[in-house]
Structures are given as structure tokens and as C-alpha cells.
């Protein structure tokens, strides 16, 4: 079992940053592949950034690359999320999930998420 509890979220204007911390409890989190999500409002979850076990592979979706970067500290139990360049259309709930076969099973554990504004 996995807890995953996000911070950093807040209220930033167009053009700034933030970093979105997603701390996971127990001694097994260097065998999970991480990823951050986000749901708008009004609109369903999506895809944001996933990152490998040894942090040494990421992926984005094509909206944040150049502008968000995803890590992890395996020593701290922790993935992060940095966002720069923020744009109103960022402005989200943004989640971290947890899975060890993404690709079969998806994600098997999900934080409670954390809001992000970006005010125009």
C-alpha cells in the first residue's frame, strides 16, 4: 500500500511558477513509475508528465513540454513538478499517481490532489 499526498499547489499569476511536491509513504517507492495528472474544470483527468523508476526517462504531454519538468528523489520518497511559464489554461487540479505496470493495469494509487490557478 502507497499514500501519496501532494503540496505546492496555490494561486500564481500567467507567467509564473510553481512546484508541485508529491510525498509517497512506505520503502518500496524506487519500484514505482510516477506521474502527475490534472483535471480542469469542468473537464476530465488528463495526462501531464510520467517519469521512470531511476528518473532517468520522462515523458510529457505535448501542451507542458518545454514548460513543466518532472523528478523524483527516491531517497526522499518524493516526485516533483515544476512548472514555469504558467498559462490560465494550467489552471487545474493536479494529481500524482503510482503504478508498477502502468501499461496493463494503469496506475494503482492516486493522491488527493492539489489546486493550481493561474490567474490572466
Known amino acids: 500500500q502507497v499514500q501519496l499526498v501532494e503540496s505546492g499547489g496555490g494561486l500564481v499569476q500567467a507567467g509564473g511558477s510553481l512546484r508541485l511536491s508529491c510525498a509517497a509513504s512506505?520503502?518500496?517507492?524506487?519500484?514505482?513509475?510516477m506521474g502527475w495528472f490534472r483535471q480542469p474544470p469542468g473537464k476530465g483527468r488528463e495526462f501531464v508528465a510520467r517519469i521512470s523508476r531511476s528518473g532517468g526517462t520522462t515523458y510529457y504531454t505535448d501542451s507542458v513540454k518545454g514548460r513543466f519538468t518532472i523528478s523524483r528523489d527516491n531517497a526522499k520518497n518524493t516526485v516533483y513538478l515544476q512548472m514555469n511559464s504558467l498559462k490560465p489554461e494550467d489552471t487545474a487540479v493536479y494529481y500524482c499517481?503510482?503504478?508498477?505496470?502502468?501499461?496493463?493495469?494503469?496506475?494503482?494509487?492516486w493522491g488527493q490532489g492539489t489546486q493550481v490557478t493561474v490567474s490572466s
Open positions: 512506505g520503502r518500496t517507492f524506487s519500484t514505482y513509475l
Open positions: 499517481a503510482a503504478g508498477t505496470d502502468i501499461l496493463t493495469r494503469g496506475y494503482d494509487y
